[in-house]
């Protein structure tokens, strides 16, 4: 299977624990993004690597939250003292980069639902 | 602030009909990506067409076309002959300078047999 690949795909835990979720990106694809969805919304932007440079990261990256991408290929998001409010669908994306369709065009992973207790 | 708007929370068309979905966008930025996903009941996000800022000609995807009115700020997805299998939400986004993505809220779709 050569497209994104998340782990694991559900999470359960108790408020204040951490978590960490890993995204796999298609190989040759440069730019890697993260974002949440709750329920009946639309995914919001948390953050996006270029190669291993993290370019920008949202307001709603809380310094609970932490995201890497150390060898610019896989990257990590780390969630610590885990809150209710945690509890969402989140959704790795990678693309190519560059101004042309091919370039912009992201695609998604199956997403890590979390459940916080 | 760039934002998305989808005014539409869910629409009902029956089957072999064509729908438009509406999405409008407000941005500063003048090189910008307008993007259309569709997402199951199974949760996978499915990229549908992209349109370039500065793309002159509406793109096409198949069924897909998006209806771009650059002027009005506007990036409808048009969908032709729809199938039961195109029930799902469909979501608008942008992409600005930047790279950084923004979704809308979101259009439910419910094709009737």
């Known amino acids: 299977d050569t497209g994104v690949s998340q782990d694991p795909r559900h999470k359960i835990t108790k408020r204040g624990q951490n978590v960490t979720f890993r995204c796999d990106p298609i190989?040759?694809?440069?730019?890697l993004y993260w974002y949440r969805q709750t329920l009946g919304q639309g995914p919001e932007f948390l953050t996006y690597?270029?190669?291993?440079?993290?370019?920008?990261k949202s307001r709603l990256l809380s310094d609970r939250f932490s995201a890497e991408r150390p060898k610019g290929s896989f990257s990590t998001l780390e969630i610590q003292r885990t809150e209710q409010g945690d509890s969402a669908m989140y959704l790795c994306?990678?693309?190519?980069?560059?101004?042309?369709?091919?370039?912009?065009?992201?695609?998604f992973g199956p997403g890590t639902r979390l459940t916080v207790l | 602030a760039q934002k998305i708007t989808q005014t539409q929370p869910g629409m009902f068309v029956q089957e072999k009909e064509a729908v438009t979905l509406d999405c409008t966008y407000d941005?500063?930025?003048?090189?910008?990506?307008l993007f259309w996903y569709k997402q199951p009941s199974s949760g996978e996000m499915i990229f549908l067409i992209y349109?370039?800022?500065?793309?002159?000609q509406n793109a096409t995807e198949g069924r897909y076309s998006l209806n771009f009115q650059k002027a009005r700020k506007s990036a409808n997805l048009v969908i032709s002959a729809s199938q039961l299998g195109d029930s799902a939400m469909y979501f608008c986004?942008?992409?600005?300078?930047?790279?950084?993505?923004?979704f809308g809220s979101g259009t439910r779709l419910s094709i009737r047999p």
């Open positions: 349109q370039g800022s500065y793309d002159e």
């Open positions: 690597f270029q190669n291993e440079a993290q370019l920008e």
């Open positions: 941005t500063s930025d003048q090189s910008y990506g």
């Open positions: 994306a990678s693309s190519l980069g560059g101004e042309n369709r091919g370039g912009n065009e992201q695609f």
């Open positions: 190989s040759e694809h440069n730019r």
């Open positions: 986004a942008m992409r600005d300078r930047a790279s950084k993505i923004i």
